[in-house]
């Protein structure tokens, strides 16, 4: 080749000539199309960097960070940080696909003060000349990525730089990131390798970031920041109340005064596995659907890796068989459930058949000394085959007796990625009485797991919304007391009727912005599910698969490990979990356990399942699954924290009975168990009474338990009946007289002008419209204004003199009649009855007793008459009649139930 002749070459290159002259045109070309680089000022920077993320950026609100060198900042580019508005394209998520408008994700009620929308923090890199004029810019990164939250205050040190997010008009959080800090020097090559491509993804560097957030029990209104070489400065609220954050430690110091319950947290960094780092990356750079696909492929591999292993059967330690709680005569036994219906014959040993569940637990928990009511364990387990076309598949069911058990939510460090404002901690309590914990989804770990249509599911922790509730998603709510809920969540007008939410959606205001102040706490714990299971109606919730529906989710028919959790008909919780389940397997098997709402956990790749927890007295913290082919975190990591959410289960009472389920207000009120029949368990005692002395008149009030009860109005023998007027009923139904534990009277109609009077719906005097008005409604009491109501069949009601309302006292209260026995009543929020008597000459004593015991609305106890008020017990005294000439209330007992309920529209905190 060295020999090769001259003419050779330039023939060679002479017939290349076009192709290099046309390559050359072409990058002249494109060259002179390009715009050309922004001046070197703040406000073209500003401009580039608002460009790239198709959005608006301030000239205040970018820094430089440190250079890396003349070629490393013209071939690689220097980095800046900056807060950015994004528009209708932003595309510069840690790991996004596009995403929705910002219009949509911050509208107009939602922007800031200043006018601008709701900013978050990024980061990119951009090339510079020798003269420090950029060139172009790349690897855009959202490192907040705070969809409801604005951004603000950015400051930065060295490759440490810190911002606050504000939300609903006050500051939410406070974020610290170490750039660079989340590296791994020490540990194997996967691993570090692993690291850095999330570290990549997720910031535009291998070495990550290191995170650590503070968060406020009562959000203040404004903060200011200052970064010290080893701490974070700030000055919270209008006082500039001072703190100071430990960048070496993560330790708060807040010198003492802390009025803004200020917590800081370090966010454990976890580092996602091979198949993780496949979707999120194949999601970066094709799209969800490629990401998707990648999903699917991974399980499929792992469940074909797990048909060739052999794979652990649950194991239960159990008592044996679940004998049925005991109960008094004529009573029934709620505990444990009845046992599943097998759906293939002849069944398995031991199919359907409940046994209860002995993890390292008390074997029977607390209760009355000597009492033959004593409850068992409060956990019962059973396996079925829900599906006869299937025989293999199977359904691990566990049962959660809710009288003892109460639940809690809490977030994970990764997920559900927040709103607003800082992450979850993804920690246990510290508690002596806590006893397990559910695992659940996580949800899209990233937007790109998103399509474009679709919203985050919410999730209020510790009455805090990391993601607002959306209208209709299946929800799982915890109220104060540990009490779980079940249902879609109520939207538009729905919310409103709601006595316990504080969101709304009205036109004005921003998806799930809560009422009131950014002070104001949500009084519930919430999480959204992929999908709802939803009974037909409570009696056929335990026939065929085909009378419940299960809504549709994303991978439905992919048979992987999956889990919901339902509440059943008699208020007791159903986890059910399987290794290898379609969504159709699962909804089969909540409807023949009898389960009457409940939502999916989520499906694999998730981990899920139950793990029971206990405290070793070196103050450990063991764990024991329930089956150990779940995939919720090995008992070994029990004290760790969690990356995803999961619902924790603990006793209601350690050292005695659960408390009741009923309010017994006021401090300085001697509440006592009423002397009379109890309905069982006799450990729980469902009527409570006091005494206290208002006016100089002593005055008894007795407290009736609103799920212990079914109340009936019934109309005594003394009562006036018109001619041609409907008979109305005198006694309860056969079936319930046996119940019957109180009755309390209510009077009988004068006369001229009697007061309305309804019994099952049949209005046997006419409505006036006057007054107060005491409704019975399935079951339940509840105190009225006369007037506008419409009776539903099977609706009891009376109208009644109305003595308080709003808080205040009437002048019906004050009215002077004669010394006689006289009675009030009342509904507290949660449904507890209240029912006060006394000897007066008014009904001022009475009333204000109530008042004082936290009651908004008050009807006397009067029909008109004039009759003399009573309270009767069975076992009491004074006793149970056979027959009243007075109307009367009757309280039939109800033995009692689990505490899981419905979440409808009019259900009680």
């Keep these: 080749m060295i020999g090769r002749p001259l003419s050779t070459w330039a023939d060679h290159l002479r017939g290349r000539l076009p192709v290099a002259l046309g390559v050359a045109l072409v990058g002249a070309a494109a060259r002179v199309a390009t715009p050309s680089p922004p001046a070197r000022t703040a406000d073209a920077i500003a401009g580039m960097l608002g460009e790239a993320i198709g959005g608006s950026v301030s000239p205040d609100d970018f820094v430089w960070e440190e250079r890396g060198g003349f070629l490393s900042d013209a071939l690689l580019g220097r980095r800046v940080l900056f807060l950015g508005v994004a528009g209708p394209r932003d595309i510069a998520g840690p790991r996004d696909a596009e995403r929705a408008p910002d219009a949509e994700r911050a509208p107009d009620a939602e922007r800031a003060p200043d006018g601008r929308g709701a900013a978050d923090l990024y980061r990119a890199r951009v090339r510079l000349t020798r003269s420090g004029r950029p060139v172009s810019l790349s690897g855009v990164r959202n490192l907040t990525e705070t969809p409801l939250g604005d951004d603000r205050n950015l400051v930065a040190r060295g490759r440490r730089v810190a911002v606050t997010t504000s939300a609903f008009g006050a500051v939410q959080g406070i974020t610290l990131l170490d750039l660079g800090g989340g590296a791994r020097p020490g540990a194997p090559l996967g691993e570090r390798l692993r690291a850095a491509v999330d570290g990549w993804l997720e910031t535009g560097s291998a070495d990550g970031a290191s995170r650590t957030e503070i968060s406020f029990d009562i959000p203040p209104a404004s903060a200011r920041l200052d970064l010290a070489d080893e701490a974070l400065v700030m000055a919270l609220g209008p006082e500039a109340v001072p703190a100071a954050l430990s960048a070496g430690t993560g330790e708060l110091d807040t010198g003492g005064s802390d009025p803004f319950g200020a917590r800081a947290h370090r966010v454990p960094r976890r580092v996602p596995s091979f198949a993780e780092l496949a979707g999120l990356s194949a999601g970066r750079l094709l799209g969800p659907g490629a990401a998707a696909a990648v999903e699917r492929l991974a399980l499929a591999a792992d469940s074909a ?197 504080l969101w709304q959606r009205p036109a004005a205001a921003s998806p799930g912005e809560p009422r009131g102040e950014g002070a104001r706490r949500f009084p519930w714990s919430l999480w959204q599910g992929p999908s709802l299971f939803e009974a037909v109606g409570a009696a056929e919730a335990a026939g065929a698969a085909g009378d419940a529906t299960l809504s549709p989710g994303e991978g439905d028919d992919l048979v992987v490990e999956r889990a919901a959790l339902c509440a059943t008909d008699r208020g007791f919780v159903v986890h059910a979990w399987g290794s290898a389940l379609d969504a159709a397997a699962l909804r089969a098997a909540l409807a023949r356990v009898g389960c009457v ?135 309860v139904p056969e079936d319930e007289r046996q119940q019957v534990l109180a009755a309390i009277g209510v009077g009988t109609g004068r006369r001229r002008g009697p007061r309305g009077l309804a019994v099952g719906g049949t209005v046997g005097l006419r409505f006036r419209g006057e007054g107060g008005l005491l409704l019975v409604r399935r079951g339940r009491v509840e105190i009225r204004p006369a007037g506008g109501v419409e009776l539903a069949p099977g609706t009891d009601a009376t109208e009644l003199p109305l003595t308080a309302d709003d808080g205040r006292l009437r002048p019906e209260a004050r009215e002077i009649g004669t010394m006689r026995r006289r009675g009030a009543a009342c509904a507290l929020d949660d449904g507890t009855l209240l029912v006060a008597t006394t000897t007066f000459d008014s009904d001022e004593a009475t009333t204000e007793a109530l008042l004082d015991l936290g009651c908004a609305r008050v009807v006397a106890l009067d029909r008109g008459a004039h009759r003399n008020a009573f309270v009767h017990r069975a076992s009491g005294d004074p006793a149970l009649q056979q027959g009243y000439e007075e109307t009367a209330l009757f309280a039939v007992g109800l033995a009692m139930p689990g505490r899981a309920r419905r979440l409808t529209v009019d259900a009680p905190p």
Aim: overall charge neutral; hydrophobic content about 40%.
């Design 305 to 501: 890796a797990a048909g060739l292993r052999a794979g652990p059967d649950a194991a239960y330690l159990t008592h044996g068989p679940a004998s049925p709680e005991p109960a008094p005569p004529g009573w029934p036994s709620l505990w444990p459930p009845p046992p599943v219906q097998p759906a293939i014959d002849p069944p398995l040993p031991g199919e359907g058949a409940w046994v209860l569940v002995a993890p390292s637990l008390p074997r029977v928990l607390p209760g009355i000394e000597g009492d033959p009511q004593r409850p068992s364990s409060p956990f019962a387990a059973t396996t079925i085959r829900p599906d006869p076309q299937r025989q293999e598949v199977r359904v691990h069911l566990l049962a959660i007796d809710t009288r003892h058990i109460k639940f809690t939510l809490q977030a994970g460090f990764e997920a559900p990625r927040p709103a607003a404002g800082p992450h979850g901690t993804g920690t246990l309590p510290d508690a002596a009485a806590l006893r397990g914990a559910i695992g659940l989804g996580a949800g899209p770990r990233d937007p790109v797991a998103l399509h474009e249509e679709a919203e985050a599911l919410g999730m209020v922790v510790g009455g805090r919304p990391l993601v607002p509730p959306r209208d209709g998603a299946a929800t799982l709510g915890v109220d104060a007391s540990g009490r779980p809920y079940f249902g879609a969540w109520p939207s538009g007008a729905g919310v409103e009727r709601v006595p316990w939410a």
């Design 597 to 731: 709402a409940g939502v999916s956990l989520g499906r694999a790749p998730d981990p899920l399942g139950v793990a029971f927890l206990s405290a070793q007295p070196d103050g450990r913290l063991t764990a024991e699954r329930l089956s150990p082919a779940m995939s919720l975190a090995p008992p070994a990591h029990a004290a760790s924290a969690s990356p995803g959410p999961f619902l924790y289960f603990s006793s209601r009472s350690t050292d005695g009975p659960p408390p009741p389920d009923l309010s017994l207000p006021g401090e300085r009120v001697g509440w006592t168990v009423d002397g009379g029949a109890q309905p069982p368990p006799a450990w729980s005692p469902a009527v409570y009474a006091a005494d206290t002395v208002h006016l100089g008149a002593q005055v008894r009030v007795h407290a009736f338990s609103p799920d212990r009860f079914l109340f009936r109005l019934r109309a005594g023998s003394r009562e006036i009946s018109p001619r041609n007027a409907p008979k109305l009923a005198a006694e």
